[in-house]
């Protein structure tokens, strides 16, 4: 059974810093792409940052120079630090991982994690 357990979510000011840990059990997480999303109130979900089995990482431009993704292998976690946090970044943030098999390829989500930046 595939599980992703995010964690670190929660309030912070304009300015302000969190991490988001993302502990995954149930999927060859070295050879995984993961991913975060996240997603506001009335909005689509949008991608936030990506990290591939090879350190390649991408973020959305909004992202970009504030937003960290990086992942520890030998503890199955992904993490996403976030500084210089700006209200329009409140949005509950989903943890995803991209599992390919030889039966295809696979999406799986965590519960996901509110994060509130207050002005």
């Known amino acids: 059974q595939v599980q992703l357990v995010e964690s670190g979510g929660g309030l912070v000011q304009t300015g302000g810093s969190l991490r988001l840990s993302c502990a995954a059990s149930g999927i060859i997480f070295s050879s995984s792409t993961m991913a975060w999303y996240r997603q506001a109130p009335g909005k689509q979900r949008e991608l936030v940052a990506r990290i591939t089995s090879d350190g390649r990482r991408n973020y959305a431009d909004s992202t970009k120079g504030r937003f960290t993704s990086s992942r520890d292998n030998a503890k199955n976690t992904v993490y996403l630090q976030m500084n210089s946090l700006e209200p329009e970044d409140t949005a509950v943030y989903y943890c995803?991982?991209?599992?390919?098999?030889?039966?295809?390829?696979?999406?799986?989500w965590g519960q996901g994690t509110q994060v509130t930046v207050s002005s």
């Open positions: 995803n991982a991209v599992v390919i098999t030889f039966a295809g390829e696979h999406d799986y």
